[in-house]
């Protein structure tokens, strides 16, 4: 994505200095997002950051207290017809109403959407193996996860958003989801928005990140630049040290004696040079992995 | 076509996917002229990004390792590419690199793998030939 499609009409989502407290609880604090057009973002935090409080503003269900939230360039708490119309959404909890049958929630759920494709729906309920007469009572858990995301899908949005699609299931059915987003993304123009705690996943469909801590978004950029900016090096120094020596740029250190490790964020060059200042040699560098940035930006907080 | 990603190790999974189809290419079981996955059928394959494949795919053409034809897809490059046996080599180079590692750690020197080398073929040419028995 360059940085010429970031900007203007092209933005699906556009949060500027979002703020919102539940009775004395800080949820989220000063949260700017932007999410381009065709871009496939992933959202990581842990329980309790932000990320479901954050979702609630795009669809409307919360509104900003102080701050601004536009979806499609309209606020989705004042719009949310307008806007809703265009979002698939598959919530944490997926809850859908346990009494009514398989075909009868697609059918009610139909009637929500004016762009929903009856025969797109039923491909999707024999590709997923959905007995159309069963209760949502008896479905598993898997089934009802896929039910649910037959009906984010359905009426084909521009824009999807799922909240952790896969926690708590099997690897069949979180990988009909994972390919369900593959497929989402390969059709011109669609925008994904999920949060998850597996980072594997995040790493393999996210062209864009967000870690969300304590209600603060710490780090938001491409995947690529993410990468780029995170590095982990080992020196070799000329003589022993009882404790690592104190290296530009390193979040983190482990090792002893003449050789330490460091996972370090900045600039390759400027590590380089960094070590170089030290009289040091660098016997190995490796990249980080999504999971050890994500480590390295939280200790940073 | 098989390829595996890890997504944990840190390595870009692009860069996972371009090696891995260099190593099926430089050892030949992807044919020159063999037609590759689409973008979209690997991308569901792999449950990864289709925009980590088409990168991928890319840079493997800009390398000369495969090449887009009009109207069709993508296909593994006509052999004589300059690039075969270079990069032949050094995937040779890198497992050689790792055996020697290996080998010196479990205390053995470079005559010591040399003669297991040529053990080693020895008997895979005895055994292609059917002339097991004499051991």
Redesign the interface.
């Known amino acids: 994505m360059s940085e010429a499609q970031v900007s203007g009409s092209s933005l699906v989502v556009d949060i500027q200095r979002l703020t919102r407290t539940f009775g004395d609880k800080k949820a989220l604090h000063d949260v700017s997002l932007q999410i381009p057009r065709g871009s496939v973002y992933g959202l990581i935090g842990s329980n309790g950051a932000g990320k479901t409080t954050l979702i609630k503003h795009l669809l409307g269900s919360h509104f900003a207290q102080s701050g601004q939230v536009r979806v499609f360039g309209v606020d989705p708490a004042t719009h949310p017809a307008e806007v809703l119309a265009r979002i698939g959404y598959m919530s944490e909890n997926r809850e859908i109403p346990s009494w009514m049958r398989v075909q009868e929630i697609m059918n009610y759920t139909q009637a929500f959407f004016p762009s929903w494709d009856a025969r797109y729906a039923e491909e999707l309920r024999q590709m997923f193996d959905l007995d159309p007469k069963e209760k949502v009572a008896n479905l598993s858990r898997g089934q009802t996860a896929r039910t649910c995301l037959l009906l984010a899908l359905a009426h084909r949005p521009d824009f999807l958003v799922l909240d952790e699609p896969s926690s708590g299931l099997d690897p069949v059915v979180r990988r009909d989801i994972l390919a369900a987003i593959v497929r989402t993304i390969t059709d011109e123009g669609r925008t994904v928005l999920f949060s998850s705690h597996l980072l594997d996943e995040v790493e393999r469909l996210a062209d864009r990140i967000a870690i969300v801590h304590e209600g603060r978004i710490l780090l938001d950029d491409a995947l690529d630049t993410i990468r780029d900016s995170f590095h982990r090096l080992t020196l070799r120094f000329e003589h022993p040290h009882a404790e690592a020596p104190r290296m530009i740029g390193a979040v983190s250190q482990e090792g002893r004696g003449d050789e330490w490790t460091y996972n370090c964020r900045g600039e390759r060059d400027q590590l380089i040079e960094a070590a170089k200042t030290l009289h040091a040699q660098i016997v190995q560098e490796t990249p980080l992995s999504l999971d050890d940035i994500y480590a390295c930006t939280i200790h940073q907080a | 076509m098989q390829i595996h990603?890890q997504?944990?190790?840190?390595?870009?999974?692009y860069l996972q996917v371009m090696q891995q189809i260099k190593y099926l290419v430089a050892s030949g079981r992807l044919q020159p002229g063999e037609e590759l996955p689409s973008i979209?059928t690997l991308?569901?394959q792999?449950?990864?990004?289709?925009?980590t494949i088409a990168r991928a795919y890319r840079e493997l053409e800009t390398a000369g390792v495969v090449e887009k034809r009009r109207t069709a897809g993508t296909f593994v490059a006509d052999s004589g590419s300059p690039l075969a046996r270079k990069e032949r080599l050094k995937l040779l180079n890198e497992r050689i690199d790792q055996l020697l590692v290996e080998a010196f750690q479990m205390g053995f020197d470079l005559q010591d793998v040399l003669k297991l080398v040529q053990q080693s073929e020895l008997a895979t040419n005895q055994t292609k030939k059917g002339e097991r028995g004499h051991e």
């Open positions: 990603i997504a944990h190790d840190g390595v870009p999974i979209r991308a569901e792999l449950l990864v990004n289709p925009n």
